[in-house]
């Protein structure tokens, strides 16, 4: 038994200086300076460890974590790290104490930098609400770390986008252009990116034309998405792509299969046939959304608008419709019907509805000659 303890502790001692004799003076020294938290010999002897070491991978990422990272200096860190990714990824290293892959250290580190210093500019942010007299300022300082963010993690496409809704809240839209356009670019295929990409570009009063081909992706990257469509929908419309709106929608609709959603789409597909005036279409796709989802009391209020749409049409006889009083006054009727519908549902603003039921009912009267 005594042998065996003996031969143990032998095994010990040979791996011991087997580590030591691996490891440079210079890194052997820098690595003491880091245990006794000796920041500036740190500092010191860690490039001239890597001088004399310059295919350990680990130095690098020590160097990057212990220094550059403690003083925020984000730039030098990710130097530091691709270093060490560009000489062994597989290679284990030792970091803190933990042993990990190259790929796995860097990988862990830089999402560690990168949460913190995002979280940091979102808890700035949330700020604004509680004092939005000091919203520039406040704005400022989160995308200071924000900024951090990106320089930790280039590739992350959602610190751009963030970054960019910041300048927009600033007023520099030509930063925030520029920034929506590096998220997309860093993630062409984020839902996210796209979609703020197109809504940042329309904001920024950039032409309808350069924001569609992100709308046209976002859609394309989630079919169901409502938000999408709709934008999608609404840029073909004023663009005067009145059919290609409407096929967003029904080509949305004839792959859905959840109810809701569904019922979403038609309604949205109503919208758009009411605003082209397209009021059957409409009074159908309404009354589809309102057949799926009851408690969808806008689909009934759309029905409503088609019907008081249709009723407009046979009263002033007017785009290929005869006048005809009797057509008028009921569809004025069904429009009537419908909005006793929504009051019931939307009971919390019947005193609007009730305005509209009594303008309706004005026409409807006229139609039938009272």
């Known amino acids: 038994m005594l042998a065996r303890k003996v031969t143990v502790l032998l095994h010990l001692l040979f791996i011991c200086i087997f580590f030591v004799a691996c490891s440079s003076q210079e890194y052997t020294t820098a690595k003491l300076a880091v245990q006794q938290s000796d920041w500036s010999k740190a500092a010191e002897w860690l490039p001239k460890a890597m001088a004399v070491e310059p295919d350990n991978p680990e130095i690098p990422i020590v160097l990057g974590v212990e220094i550059y990272a403690r003083n925020e200096n984000w730039v030098d860190m990710r130097t530091m790290f691709d ?22 250290q860097v990988n862990n580190y830089i999402q560690y930098y990168w949460a913190e210093q995002f979280n940091a500019g979102v808890e700035i942010f ?39 809704k910041c300048y927009f809240d600033l007023g520099d839209k030509e930063t925030a252009v520029n920034l929506i356009k590096t998220a997309v670019e860093k993630n062409p295929d984020d839902f996210n990116a796209n979609f703020s990409a197109g809504q940042i570009l329309l904001k920024c009063e950039k032409p309808a034309e350069e ?25 073909y419309y004023d663009i005067d792509q009145k059919e290609k709106s ?23 597909l109503g919208v758009i046939h009411n605003q082209m005036q397209n009021f059957e279409e409409a009074e159908k796709a309404f009354d589809e959304a309102f057949y799926l989802n009851e408690d969808d009391y806008e689909a009934a209020l759309g029905m ?10 046979y009263f002033n006889g007017e785009d290929g419709f005869e006048k005809d009083m009797d ?11 419908k909005i006793k519908v929504v009051k019931s549902i939307d009971f919390d603003n019947s005193a609007a509805y009730q305005r509209q039921l009594e303008l309706i009912r004005y026409k409807r009267d006229i139609a039938e000659g009272n």
């Open 83 to 104: 270093k060490a990714m560009a000489l062994d990824t597989n290679k284990k290293v030792e970091v803190r104490g933990v042993f990990l892959t190259v790929s796995e």
């Open 126 to 164: 949330k700020k604004i609400q509680e004092d939005p007299d000091n919203k520039d300022e406040y704005l400022k300082n989160a995308i200071e770390n924000f900024t951090s963010a990106s320089a930790i993690n280039p590739t992350d496409g959602q610190t751009y986008t963030t970054l960019s």
């Open 211 to 235: 924001a569609l081909p992100y709308f046209e992706k976002s859609v394309q990257l989630d079919p169901s998405n409502s938000n999408a469509l709709r934008e999608l929908a609404s840029l």
């Open 246 to 268: 409407i096929d967003v929608f029904q080509n949305a609709i004839t792959n859905e299969e959840d109810k809701i959603v569904k019922a979403n789409l038609y309604f949205n």
């Open 304 to 313: 409503a608008s088609s019907y008081e749409g249709l009723g407009d049409k």
């Open 327 to 337: 057509k008028a006054a009921r569809w004025y009727r069904k429009a009537e019907k």
